[in-house]
């Protein structure tokens, strides 16, 4: 973070009237401020304590592209607790700040996809589509190998159909088996292994 130092008295950090007015009144203020402290690594509490107070979606993406800008392991911890929000909107940035950070939410894939919430669990689907394909099959694999919803196996295999290797063949046979008497996961299972196979030839 930078600092700068006068002729007396010990160095100031320059970017704490940024974060002083991310609690301003004035809306233009907070988004200047939140778009000032973008890749300020020092900022995350500031800003992760920001995002839970604003109220303005314009502000609001600010933040998350701030902090999504961090890029490291406090944003993403700032950022995760929104995936549970009851704004559609702001589940939705949360998601796509998320998936451009594939190797920072890398630590937090498998707690997400054991979640005891299935809409979390069907979220963090989305979160392994820009991961590297390997890792992104083996978590999405471990899910379904044990998932009972439908649907979040439904939204593990849609992600997988684009990014998943030949190695995730077993387990979309496997859940083809367990959930013949829901007709729509077996077509997309077949569409998963078409594509997954034409891949592999």
């Not at 320059?14 to 973008?38: F, I």
Request: hydrophobic share 50%; proline share 8%.
């Amino acid at each position: 973070m930078p600092l700068v130092r006068g002729s007396k008295g010990p160095a100031r950090d320059v970017d704490t009237p940024h974060r002083a007015a991310l609690d301003s009144p004035d809306a233009e203020s907070r988004w200047m401020a939140a778009r000032a402290l973008s890749g300020d690594p020092a900022a995350v509490p500031a800003l992760a304590a920001a995002l839970g107070r604003e109220p303005l979606p314009r502000v609001r993406e600010a933040i998350m592209t701030a902090l999504m800008r961090i890029g490291n392991a406090a944003s993403v911890e700032a950022i995760l607790p929104y995936l549970r929000s009851q704004d559609a909107g702001l589940r939705a940035a949360a998601i796509e700040a998320l998936q451009s950070l594939p190797e920072a939410i890398a630590p937090f894939m498998a707690p997400l996809l054991s979640d005891g919430d299935s809409d979390v669990r069907l979220l963090a689907t989305e979160l392994a589509r820009n991961m590297d394909a390997a890792e992104a099959t083996f978590l999405l694999c471990g899910l379904i190998e044990r998932e009972q919803h439908p649907n979040v196996c439904a939204a593990a295999i849609d992600v997988l159909t684009e990014v998943g290797t030949p190695q995730a063949l077993p387990a979309l046979e496997s859940c083809a088996v367990r959930f013949a008497d829901t007709p729509f996961l077996p077509f997309a299972i077949a569409v998963a292994i078409a594509r997954i196979s034409g891949a592999e030839g």
